[in-house]
Antibody, heavy 116, light 110 residues
Framework: EVQLLESGGGLVRPGGSLRLSCAASGFTFTNYAMTWIRQAPGKGLEWVSGISASGGKADYAASVEGRFTISRDNSRNTVYLQMNSLRPEDTAIYYC?????????WGQGTLVTVSS | QSALTQPPSASGSPGQSVTISCTGTSSDVGGYNYVSWYQQDPGKAPKLMIYEVSKRPSGVPDRFSGSKSGNTASLTVSGLQAEDEADYYCSSYAGGDIVVFGGGTKLTVL
């Protein structure tokens, strides 16, 4: 069974940083791209970033390009999202997902709140 | 990476059918057979209802069906039930490690 466990969310001040982690189990981690998706309170789903299976290629939404960095440690079956220069509009539940083309398997999410 | 276009709301009476559309471009919906539909209740994580345009995961009632024509995908809910009232989101593969989502449709069962 695919399991994805996000951690690292919390309250941070505008301009601050936070690193999210997603620990994966139940599948061969190195065979899959991984992605982060977020949902702001009362809003829709937004793709944030994705990383290839090898970690050699990453993509970002325009709204986070230059501020967020996705990475993965294939020896630890973990994907990360480093979030810098956080803004109030980054407040959201952040979901980690295993990706096979457009097929996604989701974690339960971790809440990030950016507020002074 | 523009969002896919969904109607903000849809409605139907119990027993009726309702169809929700999801319009993208040839770079996403029209270019790949990787369109998914999610149902989301308030405060809950999204639940996969349809994947790869028209496939249903185990446990999803066959009242839910998906299709695609050109750059537009559709979710049809037949025999509407009160429990179907929720927000519905479409998503599509867009190449690389990118997925795009629709803005969501609030389905109301009258």
């Amino acid at each position: 069974e695919v399991q994805l466990l996000e951690s690292g969310g919390g309250l941070v001040r505008p301009g601050g940083s936070l690193r999210l982690s997603c620990a994966a189990s139940g599948f061969t981690f190195t065979n899959y791209a991984m992605t982060w998706i977020r949902q702001a309170p009362g809003k829709g789903l937004e793709w944030v970033s994705g990383i290839s299976a090898s970690g050699g290629k990453a993509d970002y939404a325009a709204s986070v390009e230059g501020r967020f960095t996705i990475s993965r440690d294939n020896s630890r079956n973990t994907v990360y999202l480093q979030m810098n220069s956080l803004r109030p509009e980054d407040t959201a539940i952040y979901y980690c997902a295993r990706m096979y083309y457009g097929d996604l398997d989701w974690g339960q999410g971790t809440l990030v709140t950016v507020s002074s | 990476q523009s969002a896919l276009t969904q109607p903000p709301s849809a409605s139907g009476s119990p027993g009726q059918s309702v169809t929700i559309s999801c319009t993208g471009t040839s770079s996403d919906v029209g270019g790949y057979n990787y369109v998914s539909w999610y149902q989301q209740d308030p405060g809950k994580a999204p639940k996969l209802m349809i994947y790869e345009v028209s496939k249903r995961p185990s446990g999803v009632p066959d009242r839910f069906s998906g299709s695609k024509s050109g750059n537009t995908a559709s979710l049809t809910v037949s025999g509407l039930q009160a429990e179907d009232e929720a927000d519905y989101y479409c998503s599509s593969y867009a190449g690389g490690d990118i997925v795009v989502f629709g803005g969501g449709t609030k389905l109301t069962v009258l």
